[in-house]
């Protein structure tokens, strides 16, 4: 198993998300992390609609209420903690949810289970 560690945990706070690269070339985040008082949840920053990245700008995933993930493109609004899309041009598809890992006080990511996904 290849796991890859992202970041601390206690780097990730309440209520924000943050956009993480994987490959050395990438110009944008490959995966979104949210974390929630219902704990952490990730996607692929692919928007369903375009296969776009989503951020509105870096780190920023979130719509203005803080509730919703939001595509900074057409505005396509997700539930956190499912990926489905409520509303926008791509409403009843979902984000691709990531594998997440918490241990020993870090945030990972299984990277064999994502290339297989992608
Ligand atoms: S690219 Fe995300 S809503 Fe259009």
Redesign the pocket.
């Known amino acids: 198993m290849a796991e890859q560690r992202l970041c601390r945990l206690d780097a990730l706070v309440e209520g924000q998300s943050k956009g993480f690269m994987l490959r050395p070339d990438a110009r944008y985040a490959d995966l979104i992390v949210v974390r929630t008082a219902c704990g952490l949840f990730g996607y692929r920053n692919r ?1 369903p ?2 296969g ?1 990245p ?1 951020e509105w700008e870096t780190d920023r995933f979130l719509d203005i209420s803080g509730t919703l993930i939001q ?1 900074g ?4 609004l997700f539930r956190i903690e499912d990926g489905y899309c409520l509303s ?3 409403a009843r598809q979902s984000l691709q949810a990531v594998t997440l890992i918490e241990r020993d006080g870090w945030l990972l990511v299984d990277m064999d289970l994502e290339q297989r996904r992608s």
């Open positions: 928007c609609h375009t776009a989503m595509c493109i057409h505005g396509a926008g041009p791509c």
